[in-house]
């Protein structure tokens, strides 16, 4: 199918769908190297087989695409934007005992419980991967209204992280899905980087620098160093997951942007069928309800800030 076929549906989903699946499937390689890969699954790992440090089994997914799912239930069950509804699952995410947990979810999650507060302060440690991972429902939630776009990302942000490159990174993955979602162009997409890159020079990702931790500036220079140099889903994720490192977080974010882009079609049957089918029909069902919500979304509860202006470094 061609990419000017491809329905809003197609192209969340595919966002969806793509991201759980690079999950799935970067799990297996979470924190080993590119050389330890390479010499572990000739021909490079291309299917979706489990085990890893997490030894999941083959078609689980980790905390990205379990967080993601709570933060939709939240949205889902508020039928608009609430903030202690979101901190409320994501507590009962935390209670469910999931295969992992970042340190500052970790910690943010259990301040929230401790004192109620809503917000994380300020912290140098707070640079992980953990907000940008999980936002997907609400760039879906929130299309076509950019100012609910980053006061809602912020706001689910600061829940666990809250440090400025966290926050660029959240909001540069929102941006480009949104406009992946609504039909725009790899160009629109460069023009979209290239306002990021003038605020935050450190995010430059031509030529790669060739880090792959759960640092959020290696996370975003991997996955838009594979988005741009590749052409479908499988080989943006196969390209990402096989570097190593954050596997399944840089594996899912670029399959999040592929998916919306080349949409649910492009992904290879083999992975949809590898893929757990009840995370399958959660994503599935997530995704038509998102985009079914009423539309501005609605915000159920006094908003914790004002929506801010971009900061440079
Ligand atoms: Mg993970």
């Known amino acids: 199918m061609s990419v000017a076929a491809l329905t809003l549906y197609d192209r969340a989903l595919g966002a969806y769908l793509g991201f759980a699946i690079g999950d799935a499937l970067g799990a297996t390689a979470e924190f080993m190297t590119a050389r330890e890969i390479a010499d572990t699954y000739k021909g490079g790992l291309r299917n979706i087989v489990g085990g890893g440090w997490l030894r999941l089994r083959p078609g689980h997914v980790t905390d990205d695409t379990q967080m993601a799912l709570a933060l939709g239930d939240a949205l889902l069950a508020a039928r608009g934007w609430d903030l202690r509804m979101v901190a409320d699952s994501f507590v009962g995410w935390m209670r469910s005992r999931p295969p992992d947990i970042g340190h500052a979810c970790r910690r943010g999650i259990r301040r929230y419980l401790v004192e109620g507060t809503l917000e994380a302060p300020l912290s140098e440690d707070n640079a992980g991967n953990g907000a940008a991972m999980r936002n997907l429902p609400v760039a879906i939630a929130t299309l076509d209204e950019p100012e609910l776009l980053v006061c809602c990302s912020l706001e689910q942000a600061h829940l666990t992280h809250h440090h400025p490159l966290s926050d660029a990174a959240t909001l540069a993955f929102g941006r480009l899905t949104q406009i992946l979602l609504l039909g725009g162009s790899i160009g629109d997409c460069r023009r979209c980087v290239s306002e990021t890159l003038a605020l935050h020079p450190r995010f430059r990702f031509e030529p790669w620098p060739g880090n792959t931790s759960g640092y959020v500036v290696d996370t975003l220079q991997t996955v838009l160093h594979a988005f741009f140099r590749n052409d479908s889903v499988e080989s943006c994720i196969v390209d990402v997951v096989n570097r190593g490192g954050d596997a399944d977080t840089a594996g899912a974010l670029v399959g999040q942007l592929a998916g919306a882009c080349y949409g649910v079609h492009d992904i290879p049957p083999r992975w949809l069928r590898q893929l757990d089918r009840g995370i399958a029909e959660r994503v599935q069902r997530q995704t038509a309800?998102?985009?079914?919500?009423?539309?501005?979304?609605?915000?159920?509860?006094?908003?914790?800030?004002?929506?801010?202006?971009p900061t440079t470094e």
């Open 289 to 309: 309800a998102l985009l079914s919500l009423p539309r501005p979304l609605p915000l159920r509860a006094p908003s914790t800030r004002s929506i801010p202006l």
